[in-house]
């Protein structure tokens, strides 16, 4: 069923008996070309893409619980491509501009919202580092503007530009950046996925990989085996739990991330903001929650909730920058499990086990990746050659020094 | 989050730096003839367990001291807490 605005009315008048669900429920089928584990954002899109653009038949998404539960449905929702380093920037990039004809394209509303995001700059070395950055965006085709303090007291009147510790000397503007319906994202390739064949298979945990000669060929789970050519593991966050069961020791290590968003409010961010220096972002929904967030708690966590320490950091850097916050009351607060990698990059890549793939370590940036996550997962999976956007993204990086350090921490995973 | 540190009780768990896991106490040896595999792996791979994990926690607003922390990833409990330097010391890695 395509949906438009003649079919809202066409339902509105018909007592909406018309609407039918957006995806199947099908039973698992013994075996498939490609198994996808994973039914969060990145999955949905990889399967959308194995379809629709390499033309891939037979593929299933493995869903531990329902599609969209995980990640995709715990961020902050804000989409960018404000990255420096060449490993990472043409990646980012390509991943915005699929987000700009995401919509036409799956035929769903994901509330696009291209509102612009600002990275606020307080001391001079930080402008040189800011500028250099603008500019390494817009050689890889990107937009970025530097911003007059003037110019964001026009655009955000009610900011604090004269903290004593962090005075707001500009900011450097990516125009095209913004906010998504992040579990629109989830079901508008899920739907899209459905559509062209794709079996989302949920409440279906993997238990285990089949092996062959040293050759993955399937995969155990909790609604039997399912045997595959490929099997695609696609589970940020739980990366390390689901490899072990190939046996394999990854880069990453488990964080927990905390969020928070306000009780709703009338227009008042227009944009997205980011204070960087006292480890605060916010944007406003488009239910009028202040939507907020800051550092990672810094410490192993598979538990999905953070700390208090945490709480009163991003509060802190949030009253700091953005006094009138203080007025509006929390109303939820909640936090996600991150894959957090050596260098704060992902791996897309083959492993060692042959017919086994991965795409993890999203570190906290998974979600604005996830259209060309799953485009250039696609691609590794359909033709053995990783997308042209995505070389860097490889496990021996590590080992020959080719770590994609944007934040230049080391292999410290909590501080990138 | 509380440590309960050995020397000085109860502490709270912002007052530390958290510094990994525990297994780092086990730098190879810079010698053997695949040191350079054995630096990668101690250098970039995690077991990363969802459960129990030992860890290192350096008192940066405290003591200084090192602890080994051993603590539920699944629910952030801690079960047991001790100095680092008694850790390595029973595990033949220091003096």
């Known amino acids: ?416 | 989050m509380l440590i309960n540190h050995p020397l000085l009780g109860p502490r709270d768990a912002a007052e530390f730096t958290y510094m990994g896991d525990a297994s780092l106490i086990h730098r190879p040896d810079w010698q053997a003839s695949d040191a350079a595999a054995q630096f990668a792996d101690y250098g970039y791979l995690r077991d990363n367990p969802a459960g129990l994990h030992r860890e290192l926690w350096f008192h940066e607003g405290g003591d200084r001291s090192w602890l080994v922390v051993t603590r539920d990833t699944t629910t952030h409990e801690i079960t047991q807490v001790e100095l680092a330097r008694d850790v390595a010391r029973r595990e033949g890695r220091s003096t």
Not at chain 1, 106 to 129: C, E, F, K, P
Not at chain 1, 265 to 270: C, G, I, R, V
Not at chain 1, 380 to 402: E, M, S, V
Request: glycine share 14%; hydrophobic share 35%; net charge neutral.
């Open chain 1, 1 to 416: 069923m395509r949906y438009s605005g003649f079919r809202v009315i066409k339902e509105a008048l018909t007592g909406h008996r018309g609407w039918g669900p957006a995806w199947r429920d099908p039973e698992p089928q013994p075996a498939y070309d490609i198994v996808i584990i994973g039914g969060g954002g990145h999955g949905l899109a990889t399967a959308y893409y194995l379809a629709s653009v390499y033309g891939q038949k037979r593929i299933a998404v493995l869903e531990k619980g329902w599609i969209g539960g995980g990640n995709v449905g715990r961020n902050t929702t804000i989409i960018r491509s404000n990255y420096l380093l060449d490993g990472n920037e043409p990646f980012y990039e390509f991943s915005l501009k699929l987000w700009e004809g995401l919509e036409q394209e799956l035929n769903y509303n994901a509330m696009v919202s291209q509102r612009g995001i600002l990275n606020l700059i307080h001391t001079d070395a930080q402008r040189d580092a800011f500028i250099r950055r603008g500019n390494a965006m817009i050689l890889n085709g990107a937009d970025a503007e530097l911003l007059s303090t003037e110019q964001i007291k026009a655009r955000y009147p009610f900011l604090n530009t004269e903290n004593a510790r962090f005075p707001i000397k500009g900011g450097l503007a990516q125009h095209r950046g913004g906010t998504v319906r992040h579990d629109a994202v989830a079901w508008g390739y899920a739907r899209g996925a459905d559509r062209l064949g794709v079996d989302i298979i949920q409440n279906c945990e993997v238990t285990g990989f089949v092996m062959e000669g040293g050759t993955c060929t399937g995969v155990e789970t909790s609604r039997g085996t399912i045997k595959a050519a490929k099997v695609a593991s696609c589970v940020a966050g739980s990366s390390s739990r689901v490899m072990e069961k190939a046996g394999m020791r990854l880069p990453i290590e488990s964080h927990v991330l905390q969020a928070f968003v306000s009780e709703g409010l009338k227009p008042l961010l227009p944009g997205v903001i980011t204070f960087g220096a006292g480890h605060f972002y916010c944007s406003q929904s488009d239910k009028g929650g202040l939507v907020f967030g800051g550092d990672i708690d810094g410490y192993n966590s598979y538990a999905q909730r953070g700390n208090l320490p945490v709480v009163e950091d991003v509060c802190e850097g949030g009253m700091a920058i953005f006094p009138n916050l203080g007025r509006a009351r929390l109303l939820r607060m909640w936090g996600g499990i991150m894959d957090m990698s050596m260098d704060g990059s992902p791996i897309i890549d083959r492993t060692h086990v042959g017919g086994l793939y991965f795409n993890g370590g999203w570190c906290y940036g998974g979600f604005k990746a996830t259209p060309a996550s799953g485009y250039v997962y696609a691609h590794l999976l359909a033709t053995g050659q990783p997308h042209p956007t995505a070389t860097a993204y490889r496990f021996d990086r590590f080992n020959r020094g080719l770590m994609i350090d944007e934040k230049g921490m080391g292999n410290q995973p909590n501080l990138h």
